[in-house]
């Protein structure tokens, strides 16, 4: 017999939003999904998450996804990831973004390590998403994937990529220590219609020290190294507190980055902003010109709704 409280216990458990494993609140541990899963309303993870080869892991608009911090090796990051050996199809709207951010009462940067799509074999999708509180929000390898309508804040990288197929437009990255990191580029890759500022760096490009190939002039003619691979334009790069772009050590050849706004006119101004080979002979020269001289209309979030306080 259904006592009245049973009753009633029974009605608030249905009524309460379910997560991936089917317990309203419970908590995600090191685990594996090994078939096509679906996750939806509140999900925390303790751990590590792999997305098995073959398996698609969906996640519906108004997901929140929470890390809660652990650190056992004691790196100064946090364990907590998603590991997408498969597909991950994460597609929000502009009122329900899907949320990946630490479950920490106080968060800061690093409370999580990332969402990484490694060696996927299927088109990952990445829309209307907001990374918070991670060591790099989301990281892409030796996979294809579009990146779009996304907020990364308060990580410590918004988005690093190596080898990848990649789309990353109309997202806006800020208050990061890093906005975009990127080690390799044999693409093809397309940086477009993105606002980039308020980070410590903007952009930043640094080689891996792997074997490259293909990719770039071995010859030093001045031919760009990432003309044909990956294409900077039509983005807002602006009031990144260190440099809008930085080149890292042993970036020898050319970048390739015109048809971008830089927050202003004065080239001198703009310059300031870089750091390529004007300050290190040892690097190679960004190739801003033709620049855009007013603020790209368009770029960052379609039908963007504000940011609220967790």
């Given at each position: 017999m259904i006592t009245p409280l049973k009753r009633f216990i029974l009605i608030l458990f249905l009524l309460l939003p379910l997560n991936a494993s089917g317990m309203p609140g419970a908590e995600i541990g090191n685990m594996v999904i090994r078939r096509d899963t679906t996750w939806s309303g509140r999900i925390i993870i303790k751990g590590v998450v792999v997305v098995g080869r073959g398996v698609t892991l969906s996640i519906s608009p108004g997901t929140i996804i929470s890390f809660r911090r652990l650190d056992q090796n004691g790196d100064g990051v946090g364990d907590g990831e998603i590991r997408v050996l498969g597909r991950l199809l994460a597609k929000g709207s502009a009122a329900l973004p899907i949320t990946f951010r630490s479950a920490e009462s106080n968060p800061r940067p690093r409370d999580w390590?990332?969402?990484?799509?490694?060696?996927?074999?299927?088109?990952?999708?990445?829309?209307?998403?907001?990374?918070?509180y991670a060591f790099s929000g989301l990281?892409?390898?030796?996979?294809?994937?579009?990146?779009?309508?996304?907020?990364?804040?308060?990580?410590?990288?918004?988005?690093?990529?190596?080898r990848a197929k990649l789309k990353i437009d109309h997202n806006e990255f800020r208050d990061n220590n890093i906005g975009i990191?990127?080690?390799?580029?044999?693409?093809?890759?397309?940086?477009?219609?993105?606002?980039?500022?308020?980070?410590?760096?903007?952009?930043?490009?640094?080689?891996?020290?792997?074997?490259?190939?293909?990719?770039?002039d071995p010859g030093h003619t001045g031919r760009p190294w990432n003309e044909g691979h990956l294409e900077i334009v039509n983005n807002n790069i602006y009031v990144n507190d260190d440099y809008n772009l930085k080149l890292g050590a042993k970036q020898k050849w050319n970048l390739k980055i015109s048809g971008n706004w830089w927050g202003g006119d004065d080239p001198g101004i703009i310059r300031a902003g870089i750091f390529d080979h004007q300050r290190d002979p040892d690097l190679g020269r960004a190739l801003i010109t033709p620049l855009s001289a007013v603020k790209i209309t368009g770029a960052g979030i379609k039908n963007c709704v504000p940011l609220r306080r967790p």
């Open positions: 390590s990332y969402v990484l799509l490694f060696t996927s074999g299927q088109k990952s999708v990445i829309d209307y998403c907001r990374f918070q990281q892409v390898h030796f996979s294809t994937a579009t990146v779009s309508n996304c907020l990364f804040v308060n990580n410590n990288e918004g988005l690093r990529f190596g990191r990127f080690t390799r580029m044999e693409g093809p890759v397309e940086i477009k219609f993105n606002d980039i500022s308020h980070n410590h760096v903007g952009i930043f490009l640094v080689p891996s020290g792997q074997n490259i190939v293909d990719f770039f």
